[in-house]
């Protein structure tokens, strides 16, 4: 049972334009969503996170939208630079909870 | 800054070895836990700590077990390896349970891969 889902394993964009990375759920009492970046040979690394109560948070060229009517989220990145080409895992958790459920990552490759 | 340090980097057992995978963090925090890492299927939980003498389990516990002597440490140990354990293996801390974990901020390390023939 994926509660998290990311259904594009891979994605491929041009350098400077944006990177939009996709991300649903099925658990509804999910409240904190995150993304992690990985590179290969290294853990993933804490990117940008958003609480249920909020719709947007922005980070620099970062941004993650919630849709919780969708139950949808996403990250994008703009303008896309070649130091971006990474996995990225989206990932859940119910605050007060213990336990961070992940996604199944997306691969992103910015072309020069 | 050493953070989250994970040895061995890289392992192969044959079918029924057993092992310890180590992972020491020094950021004092309380909680601590492992995943694994496949093609397709993203970071599982495998087992999880909030504090010394505390440990649950995760999503795919079956094969590992785990112990928390200490707020630093937080071995995994492989009883009888078997194929279906080679993956990559991640430990992870968070400052404390209740503001880590509870927001999902977690440190990861390099990792650890195993190779089970």
């Known amino acids: 049972d994926q509660q998290v889902k990311q259904n594009s394993p891979s994605l491929s964009v041009q350098e400077g334009r944006i990177s939009i990375l996709n991300c649903d759920y099925t658990n509804s009492m999910f409240d904190y969503f995150l993304w992690y970046k990985k590179y290969p040979a290294e853990g993933p690394t804490f990117l940008i996170s958003?609480?249920?109560?909020?719709d947007k948070n922005e980070d620099g060229r970062f941004t993650v939208f919630l849709n919780k009517s969708a139950k949808h989220l996403s990250l994008h990145i703009v303008p896309s630079q070649p130091g971006d080409s990474a996995v990225y895992f989206c990932?859940?958790?119910?605050?007060?909870?213990?336990?961070?459920?992940f996604g199944q990552g997306t691969r992103l490759t910015i072309n020069p | 800054n050493a953070g989250v340090t994970q040895t061995p980097k890289f392992q192969v057992l044959k079918t029924g070895q057993s092992m310890t995978l180590q992972c020491a963090q020094d950021?004092?925090?309380?909680?601590m836990s492992w995943y694994r890492q496949d093609p397709g299927m993203g970071l599982r939980l495998i087992h999880y700590s909030v504090g010394a003498g505390i440990t649950d389990q995760g999503e795919v516990p079956n094969g590992y077990n785990v112990s928390r002597s200490t707020t630093e440490d937080f071995p995994l140990r492989l009883l009888s390896a078997a194929p279906s354990q080679t993956s990559v293996y991640f430990c992870?801390?968070?400052?404390?349970?209740?503001?880590?974990?509870?927001?999902?901020?977690?440190?990861f390390g390099e990792g650890s891969r195993l190779t089970v023939l």
């Open positions: 958003i609480s249920s109560i909020k």
């Open positions: 992870a801390s968070s400052r404390g349970y209740r503001r880590g974990p509870s927001t999902g901020e977690l440190f």
């Open positions: 950021m004092n925090h309380e909680y």
């Open positions: 990932a859940a958790i119910i605050q007060g909870a213990q336990k961070l459920v």
